[in-house]
């Protein structure tokens, strides 16, 4: 209850400043999407990373460190083959994943696709022409790919954004060879979400929405669609734990945005709407996660099939 009482405090420290109505409606197209992340790129540089990254910290030992800005990067690294010799990043952002990784592989050409020309052309300035890396603006729901044209495909908090997730996953299935690697680490509604009270899943819906992620799925609904898409599931690691560290930090910060509501709403009258909605998710998201409303996975596929080599 102690956690409840908390959340409906903070809901109405948000009313105080946002229209949550308004950002009921966020997340349901591309073009919605791609404001987002154009309106809140100064935020993620300035509070987030200056390098680039756009996702979480994974810090398993409890305390911040921006190192683990580097842990999704190095769990999709294990899952890198001899074989390994082409890799799609979907939703690449700033190109903070593939530029770490394409240093790390040189042998491996890496290929980025991202909605946002901003993040295309962040990426491709801060990749210094590397010949092993190149960036492209697009729709990861239509890749302009051939099939079987990757060995690994991976994507890093936001195949939460697809406006058709049946289409998102037979794309990344389309363009992946038999036998290769598919990545997803994202956030999911859990297990028990609709058990929750309707307070904790409003809140984690509007925690949603404030990110433009306006189609949420639950982790078993997704996981039952990615097997009819003809993926099988070779491993879901909770990695819940880890982001903590990352929630508490940004807590700190929204808690400061909303203690004073008046200078919240002149920020709102100065600075772009959805970079300053990123403080509702900061403020909520440690709650509704520590609720069980939410959880944060690795998860990762293989497309059925021989691999077959070239002649």
Not at 10 to 38: C, P, W
Not at 114 to 135: I, M, S, W, Y
Not at 137 to 146: R, T, V, Y
Request: overall charge neutral; some cysteine; glycine content about 8%.
């Amino acid at each position: 209850m102690g956690d409840e009482r908390e959340i409906e405090k903070r809901m109405a420290a948000i009313q105080k400043v946002f229209n949550t109505e308004r950002i009921s409606t966020h997340g349901q197209d591309l073009f919605d999407i791609e404001q987002y992340y154009r309106e809140s790129s100064l935020g993620y540089r300035l509070f987030h990373s200056e390098q680039g990254a756009l996702h979480m910290a994974l810090n398993p030992k409890g305390t911040f460190n921006r190192e683990g800005y580097y842990g999704q990067p190095n769990a999709i690294a294990k899952w890198f083959k001899t074989a390994t010799r082409e890799v799609l990043e979907l939703a690449s952002g700033n190109g903070f994943n593939a530029r770490f990784l394409a240093r790390r592989f040189p042998e491996v050409q890496f290929t980025g696709i991202d909605l946002v020309r901003g993040g295309v052309e962040f990426a491709e300035k801060r990749a210094h022409r590397a010949a092993n890396l190149k960036f492209i603006q697009g729709d990861f729901q239509k890749l302009p790919f051939g099939a079987n044209d990757f060995d690994l495909v991976y994507v890093v908090e936001s195949i939460c954004h697809a406006t058709n997730m049946h289409q998102a996953l037979s794309e990344a299935h389309r363009v992946l060879r038999p036998g290769g690697v598919f990545i997803v680490i994202d956030a999911w509604q859990t297990k028990a979400f609709h058990q929750l009270s309707p307070l904790v899943q409003k809140a984690a819906i509007l925690t949603q929405q404030s990110m433009a992620v306006g189609n949420p799925w639950g982790l078993d609904e997704w996981l039952q669609l990615s097997e009819q898409v003809g993926f099988t599931l070779d491993c879901d690691e909770d990695l819940t734990a880890a982001i903590m560290p990352n929630l508490l930090r940004f807590e700190n910060m929204a808690a400061r945005y909303f203690d004073h509501p008046y200078l919240a709403r002149i920020a709102a009258r100065i600075l772009p709407r959805r970079l300053l909605e990123n403080a509702i998710a900061g403020y909520l998201m440690p709650l509704t996660v520590g609720a069980g409303a939410h959880t944060y996975r690795m998860v990762v596929f293989t497309r059925p099939g021989v691999r077959e080599e070239p002649d």
